[in-house]
């Protein structure tokens, strides 16, 4: 299995809504990235986790609240978010933070109303 | 300046045509990636290389790790084949170039 799964595929949510987007490997990976990605820009790094632990923040906003219940599952929590935030939320493994052979998911394409 | 620039950032060609997208870095590499992604779609890779060439199917990925530069090609180009491709290189941290958009006519 080689493959990033990523749910939903598409979300829409209002200002006030809480949401989680999700992120699974089963390749064994112990580093797992979140980037975001606007309109026709290359991805953006949010967030990664190595060994289950946080080990990168790029000053993300703490409305986005990133949570690794274990090492094959990544979640996103989404709380009080702005239109400005609509975009391509992109998921990452790679065998560890070390290894930069990244492996992505479909993306989930958020819009916020 | 960014650490990885691309070239050229839009490319419409005819089906059938040879095409050729380059990437050049400035930063210390470990790997370099070539990305695919289609209009709307998450990312698929392509190639991942540290030296020398690469050939998938119709895709071949070069590397000339002491020129910091990276060239993909694309043989007998196909509608298909339009998507933007991203180069991405990693060393300490993932940089990513800002893409090439690729239109193939029919």
């Known amino acids: 299995d080689t493959e990033v799964t990523q749910t939903p595929k598409h979300l829409v949510m209002g200002m006030t809504n809480k949401k989680s987007l999700k992120c699974e490997q089963h390749m064994g990976h112990r580093a797992m990235y979140w980037y975001k990605q606007k309109a026709k820009k290359p991805p953006e790094l949010m967030f990664v986790y190595s060994y289950e632990k946080l080990s990168i923040n790029e000053s993300v906003p703490s409305r986005f609240s990133p949570e690794c219940p274990n090492s094959s599952l990544l979640n996103l929590h989404l709380h009080a978010l702005q239109p400005e935030d609509s975009a391509l939320y992109l998921c990452?493994?790679?065998?560890?933070?070390?290894?930069?052979?990244?492996?992505f998911g479909p993306g989930t394409r958020l819009t916020v109303l | 300046k960014n650490e990885v620039e691309q070239s050229p950032q839009n490319l419409t060609a005819q089906e059938g045509e040879f095409i050729t997208i380059n990437c050049s870095y400035s930063v210390g590499i470990s790997a370099l990636h070539w990305l695919q992604q289609h209009p709307g779609g998450g990312i698929v890779s392509l190639f991942m290389?540290?030296?020398g060439k690469k050939k998938h199917g119709r895709l071949i990925a070069t590397i000339n790790i002491q020129e910091k530069h990276s060239s993909l090609h694309i043989t007998a180009s196909h509608p298909r084949d339009s998507a933007v491709y991203i180069c991405a290189v990693g060393g300490n941290q993932f940089y990513f170039g800002t893409g090439t958009s690729l239109t193939v006519i029919p």
């Open positions: 290389l540290s030296s």
């Open positions: 990452a493994s790679s065998q560890d933070p070390s290894n930069n052979e990244q492996f």
